[in-house]
């Protein structure tokens, strides 16, 4: 390699350090959109909220189905590290799994459209289900270990249990803007608690 060609490849390298904050920033965008405008936002709510034109959106993601995988895939995976690191900085176990568990169902009230986006493509969705699981199940159970190790939760829920639970309490959401499942997700966590001597 020539001495000529070693500075061409930092500016390559940062260039693709970029084009990954941007993409980074575009699908955090579509998650808050998804959030508050369902799925089938228009694509330029999402530029708009990202900062960028639609040409840079279709541009990384060429369908609909493509930019909803992605989002969701960045979200499990900002999920997945969000446990550890909520463990090591909340007041307590279990207020760190309060707040996943908030994180949570942030994600759960986006994924809901996903199957629809990928109707042509059962396979896709069952592969990214199975994803889902493998990345965040650990990832709840830990947090439940924790709560329980420190005596604010009663032992013998299973993580995957709870995320079931919590799915549920989720479902209707879109349909009905009266419903607010996090005040029931709430009442959840607090039958998980252990009561506290009077």
């Known amino acids: 390699m020539s001495p000529a ?10 260039k693709r350090a ?25 694509i330029r709510e999402i530029a708009a909220s ?10 990384h993601f060429p369908t ?3 930019l909803v995988v992605a989002v969701y895939r960045h979200q499990v995976e900002a999920c997945a590290e969000a446990g550890p690191r909520l463990l090591s900085s909340a007041d307590s176990p279990l207020a760190a799994l309060r707040q996943w568990v908030d994180l949570f169902v942030d994600f759960l ?7 629809n986006a990928m109707q042509s493509d059962s396979s896709g969705f069952d592969a990214l289900h199975a994803y889902f699981l493998d990345r965040l199940v650990p990832v709840c159970e830990r947090l439940l270990d924790a709560a329980v ?3 604010e939760i009663r032992p013998g829920t299973h993580a995957y249990e709870l995320m079931r639970g919590i799915g549920n309490l989720c479902i209707g959401r879109d349909s009905d803007p009266r419903y607010d ?3 029931l997700v709430e009442l959840l966590l607090q039958g ?5 001597p009077s």
């Open 5 to 14: 060609s070693q500075p061409g490849e930092v500016p390559a390298r940062g």
């Open 18 to 42: 970029d084009a990954l904050r941007n993409q980074q920033t575009l699908l955090d965008a579509a998650a808050r959109v998804f959030v508050t405008s369902g799925i089938d936002a228009p």
């Open 50 to 59: 990202a900062g960028v034109g639609m040409g840079t959106i279709y541009r």
């Open 64 to 66: 609909r189905a493509d």
């Open 109 to 115: 009230v986006t994924k809901h459209g996903l199957a």
């Open 149 to 151: 190790g420190a005596e």
């Open 181 to 183: 499942p996090r005040r």
């Open 192 to 196: 998980l608690q252990r009561s506290q």
